[in-house]
């Protein structure tokens, strides 16, 4: 069946190709060369995350809201079409919509990054307005379609919207700080949940149980129907208990629908199991599908068992440890596996052309498949330097080549499909090429705009000497627990300040001050020295990962106007650049004591003050 604007064979008889009749074909090419994009650009963040800040936050939605994003849009609801024995939607508002997603998930990126919260809050709207027309789509599919044997399957991907939408508005309180840092934990985790295990993880069990067989070339069993409404029940419901549990803060709701999760993605991984009877049309498809089943389940039971044993705060940093994991074990993979068997299906112009679309895509992927997955192996273990940056490498390098391999693919279906002047495909181009130009170019120029800066600490701020001129203050910082010790510096006006930051948490943070050099992204037990300058107005710095900030994670940096430059309440470290002399910076006097000044101590000296000020945030915006 066909929308009113798709294209009719020649002499009005029955087109021999319906991607080609439809648009269909053009509009996969190009949709996929905006997945591929996405994903370079993921790899570039990924690849730059130790000196850019918040460009781990970056990579990571860069892939999942741009490049995972992209090919769920487009493949959901290419299969709701084929499973329901639907009408095709008409082509334009579907490439309307895909080019509102990927505009939105562009505003949200450099909002973030360029700290611009209108930016921000408008490709949020746009994101979840564009999710919303596609889940009205896949529900408006249900009136009038034949239906079949797999149409309960098309409800996996109408939840997967749902939980898009709801992993939105989260990720925008996080961001703007809407809810208090009080709530920022429970947020936090039930965005990171309902975006993999929703999103994600929803449409991808749904598809499972279609494409496993098909990949397999077995028949699907007589239960699937059935099992596909029981696991939606159980994943679903368990994901919806789950987030609302995280969120009100109620672990022992979070940890019943984990457990529930976790069940039903398990009859599926043992139906799909049990299909394995011969050697699979693609080898490469079903060896990457199946890996990605067991990293789910692994994924799960890992979350499970850490909500059950910590309290929320503590297994806050640990479960976000395993987001890296699932990254690579199972979006990375499904998203290999599935287009590694349906490119050539979607691409191709016959058999031929699809076998040997599939045999380009299938090369070397026996060391990939290892490379990968071993890379997860060390990713999921934390182990140390040189051991857990090839955890980051290895997955990485497979990622890449697979990537190259997909470049070949559009390129020869690209060139396949002007020299045969498809007509189906002008009208999309307009739409999509332009999307895809368009996010790439603005993305990689948030990158290069901001890769520019000094990280290194050299960077000085400007200005002019003033009570504390001559004088050099190191203080030493601690980033540790969300918070930044001290909160508050104060310091004399003139004076040339440094802070030596050291990250003592597990999780990795990094330091930027306002209007001046940034640290690079810091390891457990990592020390940088961040040199400012002559300090002559005041400044805030703050971790510049998403959403630290607006949980707390900012300090002060406070100008006097007398020289009493270290303050009584500053903790500290101070090293003067003067010998021979009184430190003019040191403390005055307290009310009603007879003590003198005393001299500076000696350059190797250091002093420390307890900090019992209550830090005064200026902004509750995330710099990115």
Known sequence: MYSKNDDTAVGGGRPPDRFKASGLRSRHLAAHVLVAAWVVLALLAASIQQTLPVARWLAIHLFLLGAATTAIVVWSEHFAVVMLHARLPDRRWSNARLAGVNTGVVGVLTGVWADLPVLTGAG????????????????????????????????????????????????????????????????????????LLGWIGL?????????????????????????????????????????????????????????????????????????????????????????????????????????????LAEARDDIGSLVPVLLAGLVAQVLIGALTYLLPIVLAGGPKERAALRTVLEQGWVPRLVALNLGVVLLALSLHDPVGTAGILLPGAAGAAFLALVVRVLVRSGRGHLQEGDKGGASCRPVVWGTAAGAVLTVLAVLLANSGGNTSGGLSAAGTTGAGAGTTRTVAVTLADMRIRPARIEVTAGTDLRLKVTNTDAQRHDLKVEDGPTTPMLAKGHTHVLDLGQITENREAWCTLQGHRAAGMTMDIVVTGDTDGAGPHDDHSMTATISGGPDLSADFPRAGSHAMPTWPPRPTERSTRSNCTPRTPRSKWPRA
């Open 124 to 195: 949020c709207a746009l994101t979840v307005t564009a999710v919303a027309a596609h889940l009205v789509v896949l529900v408006r599919m249900r009136r009038g379609a034949l239906g079949g044997r797999l149409a309960p399957i098309a409800d996996y991907y109408r939840a997967g919207a749902a939980a898009l939408i709801v992993g939105a508005v989260l990720g925008w309180l996080l961001v703007t700080d809407r809810a208090g840092p009080q709530h920022y934990t429970g947020l936090k985790l039930a965005h990171v949940h309902v975006t």
């Open 203 to 311: 449409p991808v069990l749904g598809t499972l149980f279609m494409l496993g067989p098909t990949v397999l070339g077995v028949r699907m069993a007589e239960r699937t129907t059935r099992l596909a409404r029981w696991v939606l029940m159980m994943t679903g419901g368990g994901l919806l208990t789950a987030v609302a549990g995280l969120v009100a803060g109620w672990r022992p709701a979070a940890v019943l629908g984990i457990a529930l999760y976790a069940a039903g993605a398990a009859v599926a991984a043992q139906l799909l199991a049990r299909t394995v009877r011969r050697p699979a049309i693609s080898a490469a498809a079903a060896w990457m599908l199946a890996a990605a089943a067991g990293w789910l389940l692994v994924g799960l039971v890992a979350d499970l068992v850490l909500l059950a044993a910590r309290p």
